[in-house]
């Protein structure tokens, strides 16, 4: 089998650039290579389990994904042989390129922490990053009456680095609207030193830790769940930043699993020592191959991983790909532009926007919304907005706030 273009993954950053590419030229001979039959809005997936959203809104037929130039070969890549320009898949065929786009997303890691597994769905455990499982989230919580209530966040690399919040404001907003917040312990056990990476947003989102009276604990990861026994185990720093155990009762708690990379890339020629997909971080070309580029959340620049990260990244990949077909040096870049609406209650969100370096990269200007204030208008975009930039212009290519940048101009910025 022979393609021009071969692109893995059918998700966010897949579908986006192979969108991104026809739109530029329609004559492109592309192929996606994907299993799934379904394409999700995983950022859709927090206001599910808040009850802002039915988890249906977030899921589409991928054949209604795929754009129609494109063909679809339902299947998984199970191997990478970029020196002889081929793709492997699960059946043993051999799918060979000119040109390789690699966006198979990342490996959600629930088996990393014992015990979780296996009482994931039931004892009160939940975690809004498995697909479906977002309603068991808002059943918990609109049931839950008091209690204790934890919230974990893994160790980065993870998809979003505000979902692991975002649920836990959604919440506890919830359980202070119906009075049950003051008979309530809510936790947040988060791996990181502080509540974001980000600090021009941490104000914003203290003033809603201090409003809901949450219990931060920084440098705590969950490494053991016992659900039968709704006991959660976690690794914390004591006194001389010795090592210690510490186990905390549940009523109620949302995981943030572990996340790692795909597993056809970890080993592959295309990944770094950390099993990343190896690119320049501005222009998203390979290191090491030519005709290879990567995007989304599988690639080791370090962005956040977003749909909103991809959606930047896509149009870039499509202009600096079509340099090289025309044999050409890449001239777009990337500037590492990732946006997290951290939606700190019904009705007001933080619509997070920034790029490397923790730099800010409001799309808005302040008159009309203070990104690192929580606004009315960051809900609206979350809740009402980009729902529907993604279905209906960042799937189709088209590139509302997401014009590529060649170097030049990014420098005089």
């Known amino acids: 089998m022979k393609c021009q273009i071969a692109i893995i993954g059918g998700g966010s950053a897949g579908i986006a650039v192979a969108a991104s590419l026809l739109k530029r030229r329609r004559d492109l001979d592309i192929a996606i290579i994907e299993p799934k039959e379904q394409h999700y809005y995983q950022p859709g997936w927090t206001m599910v389990g808040g009850g802002v959203f039915d988890f249906d809104f977030t899921v589409r037929p991928e054949s209604s994904c795929i754009p129609r130039r494109?063909?679809?070969i339902k299947s998984a890549a199970k191997e990478f042989v970029p020196e002889s320009?081929?793709?492997?898949?699960?059946?043993?065929?051999?799918?060979?390129y000119d040109y390789l786009i690699a966006a198979p997303g990342l490996k959600l890691n629930f088996a990393a922490i014992p015990g979780l597994e296996e009482t994931l769905g039931e004892n009160g455990v939940t975690s809004n990053y498995k697909p479906g499982l977002a309603r068991y989230t808002w059943d918990l919580?609109?049931?839950?009456?008091?209690?204790?209530?934890?919230?974990?966040?893994?160790?980065?690399?993870f998809k979003c680095p505000g979902a692991p919040q975002k649920a836990m404001y959604l919440a506890a907003h919830n359980w202070k609207k119906r009075?049950?917040?003051?008979?309530?312990?809510?936790?947040?056990?988060?791996?990181?030193?502080?509540?974001?990476?980000?600090?021009?947003?941490?104000?914003?989102?203290l003033q809603y830790v201090e409003s809901y009276g949450i219990d931060a604990n920084f440098g705590s990861t969950l490494v053991a769940i016992d659900g039968a026994a709704k006991k959660a185990t976690f690794k914390e720093k004591g006194e001389g930043d010795v090592e210690r155990e510490v186990v905390r009762e549940f009523d109620m708690i949302h995981v943030c699993p572990p996340q790692v990379a795909a597993d056809v890339v970890r080993g592959s020629p295309l990944a770094d020592a950390g099993g990343w997909i190896d690119v320049d971080q501005q222009t998203l070309r390979h290191k090491k191959y030519a005709n290879v580029f990567g995007l989304g959340d599988a690639i080791n620049a370090p962005n956040s991983k977003t749909a909103a990260a991809a959606r930047k990244q896509a149009p870039v990949v499509a202009e600096n790909l079509l340099a090289v077909m025309n044999g050409a040096d890449p001239e777009f870049v990337y500037d590492g532009y990732a946006s997290c609406p951290l939606t700190v209650a019904r009705g007001k969100t933080v619509f997070a926007e920034f790029g490397y370096g923790g730099k800010l990269l409001p799309t808005f200007p302040a008159w009309l919304n203070e990104n690192t204030k929580a606004t009315l208008f960051g809900w609206l975009m979350k809740a009402e907005i980009l729902p529907w930039v993604y279905w209906e212009l960042m799937l189709d290519g088209h590139e509302w706030f997401a014009k590529p940048k060649r170097r030049e101009q990014t420098a005089a910025q």
């Open 70 to 72: 494109a063909k679809w």
């Open 85 to 96: 320009n081929t793709v492997v898949i699960d059946d043993g065929t051999r799918v060979e």
């Open 141 to 157: 919580v609109k049931n839950f009456n008091g209690g204790k209530a934890i919230f974990t966040q893994a160790p980065l690399p």
């Open 179 to 205: 009075g049950v917040l003051e008979n309530s312990t809510v936790s947040f056990c988060t791996a990181a030193p502080g509540m974001f990476g980000v600090a021009a947003f941490v104000p914003a989102l």
